[in-house]
């Protein structure tokens, strides 16, 4: 099915960009058309729903697996981070997506609206 899906999504760029059948389509094609490869925007939506629990813009029960870290101190490292929750494997979509949202520099954390966020 990845294959396939794969297969069509750069067959659609090559049309919209009117290319040649095998043409290279890389993340420059995609951004030029204006979409983004499927990595790219799952990051978004995790990235996108952590946003949307920090800023209290969620149902409660989504709240339920995204805790954020307290301390009665500062650390550059502890700004707006969330604790990384136990699950059995970091490629769950609650792992991933907490250990990304830390990754990001405060500057990218702290900002005003969702829009200038994605």
Partial sequence: MKGRLQVSRNNIIRYTLNAPLRTDVGYKEFKFVGLLPVECRVEQLKLGRVYN????S????MKSHIEMVHHNYSTRSSDLCCKIPRVNSFSSFFGTEIIQWNANPLSVKQYATKSCFK
């Fill in 53 to 56: 629990v920090i800023n209290d």
């Fill in 58 to 61: 969620v149902p409660e029960y």
